[in-house]
């Protein structure tokens, strides 16, 4: 795509033109396919066909350099310019279930893998009941709703003050003792809303305030979520809004990736939880 916008505005307005077309072709594309990501989920058809979709449209942009995301091995090398990093379906087992699903997008000032710190926008779309989007870049996110394509403000992303609600993924007994705890707490004062796809679970605690977290498991020390394709970008737009994020010990976005394919356990909601989880841990 010849643009004369910025590129950083280019990706916004593509990731929101195609995220129509993605609804649409989602009834059809909810099989399994035989292949494994190369983090070792299964990939349905919808996983492999919205990567190629947005890879494709993301591509064209005029000053985008690079063209990661969570369904393919490597970095496409696209250009020169900025580097995009997506998870093209997020929640994607949701599919056979209908339940939310979402895409993340990160842009990073830097090559792949980076820090989050070379991140100069994030954004989400929420395909719930409707299409939502939040894009953060330089101050407060904003939200919108996409119809035909096109989006139309709903105005500033802040995180409440007063939370109200929690999600935390894993089974129980491969959560650590000193996790375990901090959960008994904290499901005193908040309600549980956890749907399997992070994007909807973060969107409720950016609406309501709260936490969402993926913790370490016993049998995943890094947790699930990947760092730059997952972690980092909810990060930047959960830290825009107000709030805060950890793995446990510091901010999601200081971690320094050396992998592009790196998982961190993961937490962002609002400040006042996020230091009290990392005391406890
Ligand atoms: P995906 O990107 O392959 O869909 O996996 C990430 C998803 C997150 O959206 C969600 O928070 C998590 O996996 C749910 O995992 P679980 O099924 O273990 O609760
Ligand atoms: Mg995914």
Do not use: C
């Not at 005029?62 to 990661?68: D, F, L, N, R, T």
């Not at 919108?144 to 989006?151: L, Q, S």
């Not at 760092?227 to 999601?252: C, H, K, M, R």
């Amino acid at each position: 795509m010849a643009t004369d916008t910025d590129p950083i505005e280019a990706v916004f307005e593509v990731v929101a033109s195609v995220a129509p077309e993605i609804r649409a072709g989602l009834p059809g594309r909810r099989t399994t396919l035989d292949s494994e990501n190369v983090t070792g989920d299964t990939q349905l058809a919808a996983d492999v066909w919205a990567d190629e979709l947005l890879s494709d449209r993301l591509s064209e942009i005029e000053g985008i350099g690079e063209y990661a995301s969570e369904e393919r091995e490597t970095v496409a090398d696209v250009g020169d310019g900025y580097a995009v990093a997506l998870d093209p379906l997020d929640g994607s087992s949701n599919l056979r279930s209908n339940n939310p699903m979402g895409t993340v997008v990160g842009i990073y000032d830097g090559s792949l893998p980076t820090s989050g710190q070379d991140l100069v926008a994030a954004g989400f779309v929420l395909y719930g009941p409707i299409t939502t989007m939040v894009i953060a870049r330089e101050g407060q996110p904003e939200g919108y709703v996409i119809e035909d394509g096109t989006r139309q403000s709903t105005g500033p992303v802040t995180l409440p003050t007063d939370p109200t609600v929690y999600g935390f993924g894993g089974r129980v007994p491969e959560w650590s003792d000193a996790f375990g705890a901090y959960v008994s707490e904290v499901q005193d004062e908040l309600k549980l809303r956890y749907g399997g796809a992070m994007i909807a679970d973060v969107s409720q605690v950016l609406t309501y305030g709260g936490i969402f977290g993926y913790p370490a498991l016993a049998s995943r020390p890094n947790g699930k979520l990947r760092l730059l394709f997952e972690s980092a970008p909810i990060a930047y737009v959960v830290e825009q809004a107000g709030g805060a994020s950890t793995d446990g010990e510091q901010s999601l976005l200081d971690i320094e990736a050396t992998a592009l394919h790196q998982r961190t356990p993961t937490f962002v909601g609002n400040e006042s939880y996020i230091a009290r989880l990392e005391e406890a841990l």
